[in-house]
């Protein structure tokens, strides 16, 4: 098919929001794509750039400024630390000017920025790199954009990555900068892509230090969730009964209405019903059904290609959320509550009973593995039935755990040069290879999305706070600060204020007969699974993959719908 042809093809699915660039004349660009497809288009000697955005011109998201000492594009949100603008582009590119790249340390926000200034051009992530930049070379050009699918087009007959599908379909995310395709790559977190190279940055690097933590840690909270509190609309948030998302309802009183996926009757529905009420927010229940484990094409163009598209648990309600701005508070447990560090805990009844000191001599990788999402004895069989799907590549394995121990020691080994301790390494390896943002990708494409969690005195709070102290108990004492009635409807597996005792229950409550265990948070997966028989569905010429658990099953349709197109 003709680079026309294709991208005619990629455009009827395209997304509604896009950076799309080539280091190359706007003559380049318009070879790939038309420039009616985007709210503006910006050409430079080096490089020429379309931005589409629902978000353009809001204050603190999309903008773009041209003068004659250059051009800075700025894509998804940010805000100049510590002043005010109309237009956050015009002062990135004035601070460029004085201070070179240093100028991108005093922006706040997730976002990707273009600029192009003396003669040279580059595109750099924010901190953590929230927003992908994939990139690829087409007849001599460096092309780049935030959606893969617009650069898989582009790229003739790509070809599949055997290691990265091997990741995917035994972990779930694909590792490091690459993709699914060989021909397509991701700039790096922390860094700047240019025409020809990688720039390295050193914003993300941890320095801990002794502090007031949980002073702190409401003080930046509360600033971050008030700086965006400005958007326009109908506003909204995705609320569980946990206590990340309580947040928003103490702090912006102009939250509308409040969406919770589960059962009517079911407990985590039950307390965010009265969560919303305490904030007196309407509230709405999604019901579990094949919307939630929707394998639509719109669903799975989300994950592209990385993450699985089973976390973005909301997509197939869309035609329901009915507003303008959604809240979320997706990385806060990585960032202020150390989900993914490894906790000392105490042998009992052949299970390990979690205590609030971390283990001091970890092994990263494995702890990685049970906490990640990998199935062990499933992974095994895994490579046998799958060959039939995908008879192009040779997936056949010795051991999915080893594969995947020597895949996550190379990237913890890549952390060494930002980290102090082999705890903080693994922080960073989760945060470099976080598998949840197709949830965020998805919402900041169809609602005005303000993140939160990576507000830069945020990001700096968990790069200054020694790991031991990133814990949900800090997380608890800054909340009840910010509203000292936040807790008043306890989360339902958390029904104590003491994390321990919380943890010795709901060991007990697994381990003793006749004595109910907590109910998860989330639908069960299995059970709609096969009430809407989604594996005939899906695979009704291969039997044995109905034997894996549902996840795996996912993971292989979500491989096959990539490659195949």
Known sequence: MSVEGQTEQAQRASMNTELFGVFGSQGDFERFRSVDEFDTVVSESAATVGVRSHSLGIRGCSSLYTGTEGTCIIFGEAY?????????????????????????SQLNGSYL????????????????????????????????????????????????????????????????????FEEISRAPLDSCLTATDIRPLSRFTYEPQEFDYVSELTTRLRRAVHLRSHFPGKKGILLSGGKDSRVFLSQLPDIEQTYTIGRENSREVRVARRIANQYDAAHSVLEPSDRYLSTSDEKLRYSQSIKEALHIHHAGYDDLLDVDVMYHGLLFDTLFKGYFLEWDGVEVLGSKLPSTT??????????????????????????????ATFPELDLDIDSPREFLKSSLQEELNRCWDRTDSVHNAMDLLVIRNQPVMPFRTQLADNYHEPFVAIDTRLLDWHLKTPPEHRNSETFRKALLRIDGDILHHRPPSQPHDSNKINQLERFFRRKLPFVEEFEPAWPNRKQIYDEYGLAEKLFPDNREIHTLPVRLQLRVHNTRWWLDR
């Open 113 to 180: 920025a273009f600029i192009a200034y003396e003669g040279d051009s580059f595109v750099a992530t924010d901190s953590i790199r929230s927003w992908e930049c994939y990139y690829t070379e087409v007849d001599g050009k460096r092309v780049f954009s935030t959606d893969i699918a617009m650069l898989k087009h582009l790229v003739s007959d790509p070809t599949p990555d055997r290691r990265s599908v091997l990741e995917f379909l035994h972990l779930g995310t694909v590792l490091g900068e690459r993709t699914l």
């Open 358 to 387: 971390l283990v001091s001599d970890p092994n990263p990788v494995d702890s990685l593995l049970s906490t990640l999402g990998f199935f062990p004895g499933p992974s095994e069989r895994l490579t046998q039935f799958v060959g």
């Open 80 to 104: 100049p630390r510590g002043e005010s603008t109309p237009n956050t582009a015009r002062w990135l590119l004035d601070r460029y000017a004085d201070s070179g790249l240093d100028a991108l």
